[in-house]
């Protein structure tokens, strides 16, 4: 056994206390009060995870995507994601039913299909999700790029998630993707933070938050 350090600092140290002390002050601090209800949950967790209180104007979400993203989750219907992080980041605990989350980045086959469509990796393994993507869940928070593919794909007509999260970060594509996804005609529930912001640990909050509605 090691001995713990000597405590010089004054600090909470308690797990549940701190996470009990952190949505206190998101809620003392951010501007929910024109958050939906069923969506204030889901971005008190995004915020939790960024330490943005400022997040909150740039949250859009589809006024079915709770729903509709919890039915698919209840029913077992896979989670596909653009980054591995995300993957990592989903407190698998949470999830309904066992839901396999699925990142396609590393498979074999994507570095060359890149190549051969001249695009990044991201976009290229999109392809890849095949027919479970019909009623899943996508949660995109890294490549921009992945989400003009899922769009594309959608638009020529591929299967069809039963939601999107739509929060790739970046400075190049990221704020046009998202609006993308809000004006595509298919109208896929989605989730969506307006402009450059977005991330890995932003869509696995999202994500956790959707599968489960407890705070903590």
Known sequence: ?????????????????????????????????????????IVVRMIHASGDVGLVPDVEAHPLLVSTARDALNSGRPIFTDAEMIASGVTRRRLPAGNEVRCLLRDPRVAELAKEWRTTRSAAAVSLWGEDLEGAVVAIGNAPTALFALLELISD????????????????????????????????????????????????????????EDEL
């Open 157 to 212: 007509g591929g299967p069809k998630p039963a939601a999107i999260l739509g929060i790739p970060v970046g400075f190049v594509g990221s704020a046009e993707s998202k609006l993308a996804l809000v004006q595509h005609p298919e109208q896929i529930p989605y989730l969506v933070v307006h402009g450059r912001r977005g991330g890995s640990a932003l869509c696995a909050a999202a994500l956790n938050a959707l599968a489960r």
């Open 1 to 41: 056994m090691t001995d713990r350090p000597f405590k010089q600092y004054d600090y909470l140290d308690d797990p549940a206390a701190i996470y009990r002390a952190s949505f206190a002050t998101i809620r003392a601090e951010a501007e929910l009060s024109k958050v939906p209800a069923d969506v204030e949950k």
